[in-house]
């Protein structure tokens, strides 16, 4: 769907084209607690960290962009009718679902 109505890509498309595999959630494994509820991908919220910075985007924009955005959907590897994140959930980004 992304390739379809971006036939040329987006920058959020180009960083997972070409970062895609570059951390994984055990990359990030000490920084997470063991106990409680399970959290998000934490390689999805380092690229929603890299999105934000490329974008200058607020958390409330990152948020939404990943709620709306096509582009930013394949950047996190998500399914068109995933939610998203929301803005006000600590973690190495303000972003959760």
Known sequence: MARASNPRG?????IRDHLDGLWRDEDFASWYSHDGRPGLSPA???TVCVLQFLFNLSDRQV???V???ID???ALAMELDD???HHSVP???TASI
Do not use: V
């Open 91 to 93: 973690g190495p980004t």
């Open 10 to 14: 987006t920058t959020a498309m180009w």
């Open 63 to 65: 948020a939404e962009a």
């Open 83 to 85: 939610p998203g994140f």
């Open 67 to 69: 709620r709306c955005r």
């Open 72 to 74: 930013f959907k394949y």
């Open 44 to 46: 999805q919220l380092a």
